[in-house]
């Protein structure tokens, strides 16, 4: 079965840092690119082979997505957290409009 497993979120203070991962399984990973959202909103996407990157300005110049395809996991790193950075973030996989998989999500709270 197709699995998207989220990890990573917590409690941080504002200024802070959080490393979320999201390990895949049930699918050939390396055929999909790998995003991540915030509240339904696509923050940060990555190409299959890691070569092609794109964020949303919200994110721009703090967070850093990158992938491993050995580990079939994608990761996003956090820095500089705002407390308006509080919610959800959710792990996709897309190869097509159609053929694509969610994970649950996991939830950040930025908070002194």
């Known amino acids: 079965q197709v699995q998207l497993v989220e990890s990573g979120g917590g409690l941080v203070q504002p200024g802070g840092s959080l490393t979320l991962s999201c390990v895949a399984s049930?699918?050939?990973?390396?055929?999909?690119?790998m995003s991540w959202y915030y509240q339904g909103d696509l923050d940060a996407a990555i190409s299959e082979r890691g070569?092609?990157?794109n964020y949303r300005d919200r994110v721009k110049g703090r967070f850093t997505i990158s992938r491993d395809n050995a580990k079939n996991t994608v990761y996003l790193q956090m820095n500089n957290l705002k407390a308006e950075d509080t919610g959800v973030y959710s792990c996709?996989?897309?190869?097509?409009?159609?053929?694509?998989?969610w994970g649950k999500g996991t939830l950040v709270t930025v908070s002194s």
């Open positions: 996709k996989a897309a190869r097509s409009p159609i053929d694509y998989y």
């Open positions: 049930g699918f050939n990973f390396s055929t999909y690119i």
């Open positions: 070569d092609s990157i």
